[in-house]
T-cell receptor, first 112, second 114 residues
Framework: QKEVEQNSGPLSVPEGAIASLNCTYS??????FFWYRQYSGKSPELIMF????GDKEDGRFTAQLNKASQYVSLLIRDSQPSDSATYLC????????????FGKGTRLSVIA | DTGVSQDPRHKITKRGQNVTFRCDPI?????LYWYRQTLGQGPEFLTY????????KSRLLSDRFSAERPKGSFSTLEIQRTEQGDSAMYLC????????????FGPGTRLTVT
């Protein structure tokens, strides 16, 4: 089974700064990755997905996938206090199999 | 459509009792997943369905756990003879088959076994 690793944090950034969240994975065959945001006491919310090498931008969020180095990252520009949450990285458990394997999550704190 | 719903939101039970949780997926989603999450961990896969067929069960799913999706719509997860180690948030997610990796979670059922 694949493994997804994340630094648990907490990662603290000042309001307006860029927050950079990273994730590494064990399977070189992985093609797809997902970022979920989870507020305390709430369920995970899908915010970004990336299916190919390179960058994908959506508003203030940019997901980056580097297959050669086996890492995926999420950049949050102009961080806001409302971005304070745990960010979970996920990928398919096995090739062609759709349940996800999640990292433990990185807790982000945006300081006003 | 209001998204994935789960019932109950909270359940407190005594060790040894049976509990059953319900999940209603997004209406057009034919895939439904159950995950379990404990404090400080990411969700862990338990089982999933395509329509009414249960396609896979994790090794985490002991014989005390059973899940059904009888008509391909809502699903139930039953835990028999609960143990304190079963205390967790039980999350349901759903997806379209053609976009099966894009899974949308319900609010979860928090189980506390005393």
């Amino acid at each position: 089974q694949k493994e997804v690793e994340q630094n648990s944090g907490p990662l603290s950034v000042p309001e307006g700064a860029i927050a950079s969240l990273n994730c590494t994975y064990s399977d070189r065959g992985s093609q797809s990755f997902f970022w979920y945001r989870q507020y305390s006491g709430k369920s995970p919310e899908l915010i970004m997905f990336i299916y190919s090498n390179g960058d994908k931008e959506d508003g203030r969020f940019t997901a980056q996938l580097n297959k050669a180095s086996q890492y995926v990252s999420l950049l949050i520009r102009d961080s806001q206090p409302s971005d304070s949450a745990t960010y979970l990285c996920a990928g398919p458990r096995r090739s062609g199999n759709t349940p996800l394997v999640f990292g433990k999550g990185t807790r982000l704190s945006v300081i006003a | 459509d209001t998204g994935v719903s789960q019932d109950p939101r909270h359940k407190i039970t005594k060790r040894g009792q049976n509990v059953t949780f319900r999940c209603d997926p997004i209406s057009e989603h034919n895939r439904l997943y159950w995950y379990r999450q404990t404090l400080g961990q990411g969700p862990e896969f338990l089982t999933y369905f395509q329509n009414e067929a249960q396609l896979e069960k994790s090794r985490l799913l002991s014989d005390r756990f059973s899940a059904e999706r009888p008509k391909g719509s809502f699903s139930t997860l039953e835990i028999q003879r609960t143990e304190q180690g079963d205390s967790a948030m039980y999350l349901c997610a759903s997806s379209l088959e053609i976009r099966s990796y894009e899974q949308y979670f319900g609010p979860g059922t928090r189980l506390t076994v005393t």
